[in-house]
């Protein structure tokens, strides 16, 4: 500020100091007493030490919500896993002693016989079928596969080694999707051996029909 | 201002206190009409009343009050059908329409009333928030909405034409 800026400064403190009437000053305070004796203030933000409770609340909702989320996520069947369980590939099957399944194919069902090896576990029973053909899946469950082109993708891909260890340990059905696949893929060899294998290991098992012509098709 | 917001009423009571005076001569300055001014002025306080719920320490407590009355103030002049173009303007001759003025600018220091009365009203604005609040230019500028820059050369040539006003004596 120079000199002449605070000359007019000090000029201006000598005004008359005008304030406003008594009758303006008791409407404004009584206003404001009233406003705090009919209600709080809307709208506060806690303050001082209450100002952590807001985001140590919104923590927990967070936490909470992202743990019933996984949790949720958890229960449901997972789709991807048993894409790879089905197909004759890399996944070893890990699921109990399967028992038969009554949502199984109908074609398969019919087909195990005294075989000591029981039909596919309830979830993945309708597994083996995906990558079937169309019509051939028209009285069966409906496959997770029929969804999921890049399942299929996957399976196509994966190495010989890895099917076998897979078919090997596979239930009958997905043994038998698996060796579908290798033909599929033109692994003739392949699909050959593991045919063999398979009816070695189940010599009573009635491979379907519909299967059976893939088989014979060279 | 948070305390208030707390519910204490003797905060408030505080607050008013210390800014009444500065903030009634500011709008009255401004104005140049005591009926409207205390209109305004009680207006202010009000909003200040109203508010405190959603009050928050953004800035401090002078620089928010002035706004509220900043804002009542160009909500005034809107109705007088005055733009904001207007304020930064010379105003008409209106000084000599006010006879209690003339009376006290007869008492006390004539020339430098009548100088500020004669201001364009964004300069004097900014004079009255530099005398009255004790603001600085970028308050200033923050409670008129402009830049500094802006602000800055309102006070410049408040402050000019002041000085021009007590160097006629």
């Given at each position: 500020m120079t000199d002449d800026d605070a000359k007019v400064s000090a000029r201006y403190r000598e005004l008359a100091r005008e304030e406003p009437p008594r009758h303006v000053d008791d409407a404004i305070l009584a206003a404001a007493r009233r406003a705090t004796a009919s209600r709080p203030a809307p709208l506060v933000a806690p303050s001082g030490r209450r100002r952590w409770y807001v985001p140590v609340a919104a923590a927990a909702i967070i936490v909470l919500a992202v743990a019933v989320t996984v949790h949720?996520?958890?229960?449901?069947?997972?789709?991807?896993?048993?894409?790879?369980?089905?197909?004759?590939?890399?996944?070893?099957?890990?699921?109990?002693?399967?028992?038969?399944?009554?949502?199984?194919?109908?074609?398969?069902?019919?087909?195990q016989t005294s075989s000591s090896q029981p039909a596919a576990p309830a979830p993945k029973s309708a597994e083996p079928l995906a990558g079937l053909r169309e019509s051939q899946r028209s009285d069966t469950a409906p496959s997770a596969a029929q969804a999921r082109p890049e399942a299929r993708a996957m399976r196509s891909e994966r190495g010989a080694e890895q099917k076998s260890i897979g078919l090997a340990a596979a239930s009958p059905e997905q043994w038998l999707q698996g060796i579908v696949d290798l033909k599929r893929q033109g692994r003739d060899e392949e699909a050959e051996k593991q045919l063999g294998d398979f009816r070695k290991r189940y010599p009573d098992y009635r491979i379907p029909e519909a299967i059976a012509e893939k088989f014979e098709k060279r | 201002m948070l305390a208030y917001r707390g519910g204490d009423v003797r905060a408030f009571e505080t607050l008013y206190r210390r800014h009444r005076g500065a903030l009634f001569r500011?709008?009255?300055?401004?104005?140049?009409?005591?009926?409207?001014?205390?209109?305004?002025?009680?207006?202010?306080?009000?909003?200040?009343?109203?508010?405190?719920?959603?009050?928050?320490?953004?800035?401090?407590?002078?620089?928010?009050?002035?706004?509220?009355?900043?804002?009542?103030?160009?909500?005034?002049?809107?109705?007088?059908?005055?733009?904001?173009?207007?304020?930064?303007?010379?105003?008409?001759?209106?000084?000599?329409?006010?006879?209690?003025?003339?009376?006290?600018?007869?008492?006390?220091?004539?020339?430098?009333?009548?100088?500020?009365?004669?201001?364009?009203?964004?300069?004097?604005?900014?004079?009255?928030?530099?005398?009255?609040?004790?603001?600085?230019?970028?308050?200033?500028?923050?409670v008129t909405k402009t830049g500094e820059e802006a602000?800055?050369?309102?006070?410049?040539?408040a402050m000019a034409k002041l000085k021009a006003a007590l160097n006629d004596d």
């Open positions: 949720v996520e958890r229960q449901q069947p997972d789709f991807e896993v048993a894409e790879q369980q089905a197909a004759p590939v890399q996944t070893p099957v890990t699921e109990p002693a399967p028992k038969r399944d009554s949502s199984a194919p109908a074609e398969l069902q019919k087909s | 500011f709008i009255l300055r401004s104005l140049k009409q005591r009926a409207a001014a205390e209109e305004l002025f009680q207006e202010a306080w009000m909003r200040v009343v109203e508010a405190r719920g959603r009050y928050e320490a953004q800035a401090r407590f002078t620089t928010w009050l002035y706004t509220i009355a900043h804002n009542l103030l160009v909500d005034h002049w809107r109705r007088k059908g005055l733009t904001l173009v207007d304020l930064d303007s010379a105003p008409e001759a209106q000084a000599a329409d006010n006879p209690a003025r003339q009376a006290e600018a007869r008492e006390a220091l004539h020339r430098l009333l009548h100088a500020i009365d004669a201001l364009p009203p964004a300069q004097r604005e900014a004079f009255l928030l530099h005398e009255e609040a004790g603001m600085s230019v970028a308050e200033i500028a923050a602000a800055k050369s309102r006070l410049r040539y």
